[in-house]
């Protein structure tokens, strides 16, 4: 019912200005179109004697007008209600450009009662046709009509110009509308093109991965995409089970639907069940609105329960309703609400071990472990290492603008050999770090985060030294064999041999300067010499 307007106005424009004072209110505060016109024209049949009216605007897809909104008319009537330009008093309202007073309906060959809303055979009095055009930046989109029983010519003259009047404030509300909807429009392409480079994302194919535990990954997860099954990630922190989730997710047929994702250590017991379940207004302190669950808000798509482990006694049994039936109610509703969606659900903690502790309800973890997926620790496939690297090198290049390409051997050996604690996340913040700390196009070690230098470090020296006791002990090894029969020479052999390879390769890295390779080895330049000598090492002086 729309607001009275005073009628004690002091004259008739004083009347007119409140009723126009009025629909500027209503279109300001109703975005919605129709909703808009259907309370002006309800202004206009309690203050004008208005009998029905409809708002006919140009279709530009078909070049028809249709009626956009109406009172009065039926749904069917409305879907009667199509016109050419130029057809009919409406269509000649909008080819013209000018208003169109009919003072009785009856007698006017133009009037088409294409909606058939009018039984015009028994009119018992006159019926007065109004049609005013709509403009929009100087161009005629569309017509205002009204129905009225005749009073005057004089009062159909007045009423048309005051119907004028109003078709201006609905042509500003129209062609807000238009703007408001073309913006939608955009916002709802570029919602379809994001999910379309998302869904291009998570293709199996763009997922790093070639070793045989990634290969197994992926095989078992297409094979539960196309299905309803509840699916259960395993594996440490890091190792990319959101990812997962999102693959089996977006290559499914729920891919246009929405994936929502709730981290269910991160939050209290209270604040996760309202986050989960909803609430409604004033079911405990704070809760100031309604407020739709992450269940209802993935409806139709996919639910990734994160840290599923953390979920305490009560939430367990909401969680294991829902898997079950399907519904649940929001917190502090009696109020059963119904959802289709699927749920993935993850944990980096043991949930046997958990279940045999008393801590995790066994037949929580049954519904929950349909399918499993186990994802292998980053050190457990460092074939994907190298991959892995280019990717984030060339994500942060772009990100920050940098040209970080060139890794020597030892930078790559360091990253190859680190354990990866933290796994791939640990590895991404590694190179993005890298990136942002780097002033040119070499990846040097400095770089590399302390953790993983220190432990490049602590591998240098082990190795050196293994390395150095291998040889010599496959050194003795070789000397006792190969010399077997000498018996009381073998030591002489093996010392001479290992001097002369050392003598040799000592010169050959100090460029044949004696002196350079006597303090090299830490000898005496007279001892060095004198060996030189007695092996029969050539040099260059």
Not at 302 to 310: A, Q, R, S, V, Y
Not at 443 to 472: G, K, N, Y
Request: aromatic share 6%.
């Amino acid at each position: 019912m729309t607001q009275p307007v005073s009628s004690a106005a002091a004259s008739h424009s004083d009347y007119q200005m409140a009723i126009l004072t009025r629909v500027g209110q209503i279109l300001t505060s109703s975005p919605e179109l129709n909703t808009a016109f259907a309370e002006i024209m309800q202004l206009l049949i309690e203050h004008m004697d208005m009998q029905r009216g409809s708002l006919v605007l140009l279709d530009e897809s078909t070049g028809r007008l249709r009626i956009k909104a109406a009172v009065g008319l039926t749904p069917e009537e409305m879907e009667r209600g199509t016109y050419a330009i130029g057809e009919g008093i409406t269509g000649n309202v909008v080819a013209t450009g000018r208003a169109r007073v009919v003072p009785d309906i009856r007698k006017e060959p133009d009037f088409l009662n294409r909606t058939f809303s009018r039984d015009l055979a028994h009119l018992t009095q006159p019926v007065s046709f109004l049609c005013v055009p709509i403009r929009i930046e100087g161009r005629t989109v569309g017509a205002l009509s009204c129905d009225k029983y005749f009073v005057s010519e004089e009062q159909l003259q007045s009423d048309a110009v005051f119907l004028g009047i109003i078709s201006a404030f609905l042509s500003q509300a129209i062609q807000f509308n238009r703007l408001v909807m073309r913006q939608k429009e955009e916002l709802l392409e570029e919602n379809r093109q994001l999910r379309a480079q998302v869904r291009d994302r998570f293709r199996f194919e763009n997922i790093i991965g070639d070793s045989p535990a990634m290969y197994e990954v992926f095989a078992t997860v297409g094979q539960v995409a196309n299905s309803r099954a509840t699916v259960l990630l395993l594996g440490e922190t890091g190792t990319g089970k959101e990812m997962i989730a999102k693959a089996i997710h977006y290559n499914s047929p729920r891919r246009d639907r929405p994936f929502v994702r709730v981290n269910c250590g991160a939050l209290s017991d209270t604040l996760l069940e309202s986050e989960l379940f909803g609430h409604v207004k004033g079911s405990f302190t704070g809760a100031i609105r309604d407020k739709v669950g992450r269940f209802e808000a993935a409806d139709g798509g996919t639910i990734f329960l994160d840290e599923i482990g953390t979920l305490n006694p009560q939430l367990q049994v909401k969680l294991l309703r829902v898997l079950q039936e399907r519904e649940f109610e929001r917190v502090g509703d009696t109020q059963t609400v119904k959802v289709d969606v699927r749920v993935i659900a993850a944990t980096n903690v043991d949930l046997q071990e958990e279940v045999a502790r008393g801590r995790f309800r066994e037949d929580l973890f049954y519904r929950l472990n349909v399918v499993t997926i186990y994802l292998p620790p980053l050190r457990n496939r460092r074939e994907d290492i190298p991959r892995l690297i280019d990717h984030f090198l060339d994500k942060y290049n772009a990100i920050n603008g940098r040209n970080l390409r060139r890794m020597s051997r030892e930078v790559l050996g360091a990253l190859l050999r680190y354990p990866w604690p933290g796994n791939v996340r640990e590895l991404e913040n590694a190179i993005e770090r890298a990136v942002v700390l780097s002033r040119g196009e070499d990846f040097t070690e400095d770089l590399l985060p302390l953790s993983v230098r220190m432990f490049a470090s602590q591998r240098r020296s082990e190795t050196t030294s293994e390395s150095i006791e291998t040889l010599a002990g496959r050194l003795a090894e070789q000397a006792i064999s190969e010399w077997e029969t000498r018996e009381g020479e073998i030591y002489r052999l093996a010392t001479e041999r290992l001097e002369h390879a050392l003598i040799a390769r000592a010169l050959a890295h100090c460029d044949g300067v004696k002196t350079r390779a006597a303090d090299f080895l830490g000898i005496n330049r007279n001892t060095l010499n004198k060996k030189v000598k007695e092996l029969g090492i050539t040099t260059a002086d």
